[in-house]
T-cell receptor, first 114, second 114 residues
Framework: AQKITQTQPGMFVQEKEAVTLDCTYDTSDQSYGLFWYKQPSSGEMIFLIYQGSYDEQNATEGRYSLNFQKARKSANLVISASQLGDSAMYFCAMREGPGNQFYFGTGTSLTVIP | DAMVIQNPRYQVTQFGKPVTLSCSQTLNHNVMYWYQQKSSQAPKLLFHYYDKDFNNEADTPDNFQSRRPNTSFCFLDIRSPGLGDAAMYLC???WGQGVSETQYFGPGTRLLVL
């Protein structure tokens, strides 16, 4: 089974609108971390936001927030007030248990339309 | 600024000609990772070092080797590149391997095999 599932290969959003990128995960561990990365066409993976499995509050970082629904095993990224520079590939990732690798999803390509 | 640096950003090599990619970090992190990423795919972990301890992923081809001479530097050696090895190679670091440990990526090296 896939550890991380991103069901939206491509998304479009109008500039200044909000957009939600979906991510579901699969783990039987109680302790795990969830991460979102942005990868522009230049290739660099840029860390955006982190959510721990024991965190009760949804993580926020500027225009990024993580909608964490533990019972549904979902960790959706919400980008508010989209900008043209937000056009990129977005990867959801999970680390479960110390010493374990990151599991990446297949990514969602976001295009912001002027 | 503390960062992960990869050189060169673009590398062209010939089929079968050994090539070395380099990564350095000023974050003083214990763990360094090498990923291979092909077009429109998630990054695939090749191996990682926790300090001097080397960890090879089971499906990493023998053609790929790595060296970490000190905390700051890590090298990826491809002994006999094939056309299928053309990809983006990403180096990443983390302080440790706990579930909350974020991986920070370098800008990547795009390898072209002629």
């Amino acid at each position: 089974a896939q550890k991380i599932t991103q069901t939206q290969p491509g998304m479009f959003v109008q500039e200044k609108e909000a957009v939600t990128l979906d991510c579901t995960y699969d783990t039987s561990d109680q302790s795990y971390g969830l991460f979102w990365y942005k990868q522009p066409s230049s290739g660099e993976m840029i860390f955006l936001i982190y959510q721990g499995s024991y965190d009760e509050q949804n993580a926020t970082e500027g225009r990024y927030s993580l909608n964490f629904q533990k019972a549904r095993k979902s960790a959706n990224l919400v980008i508010s007030a989209s900008q043209l520079g937000d056009s990129a590939m977005y990867f959801c990732a999970m680390r479960e248990g110390p010493g374990n690798q990151f599991y990446f999803g297949t990514g969602t390509s976001l295009t912001v339309i002027p | 600024d503390a960062m992960v640096i990869q050189n060169p950003r673009y590398q062209v090599t010939q089929f079968g000609k050994p090539v070395t990619l380099s990564c350095s970090q000023t974050l003083n992190h214990n763990v360094m990772y090498w990923y291979q990423q092909k077009s429109s795919q998630a990054p695939k972990l090749l191996f990682h070092y926790y300090d001097k301890d080397f960890n090879n992923e089971a499906d990493t081809p023998d053609n790929f080797q790595s060296r970490r001479p000190n905390t700051s530097f890590c090298f990826l050696d491809i002994r006999s590149p094939g056309l299928g090895d053309a990809a983006m190679y990403l180096c990443a670091t983390s302080w440790g391997q706990g579930v909350s440990e974020t991986q920070y990526f370098g800008p990547g090296t795009r390898l072209l095999v002629l």
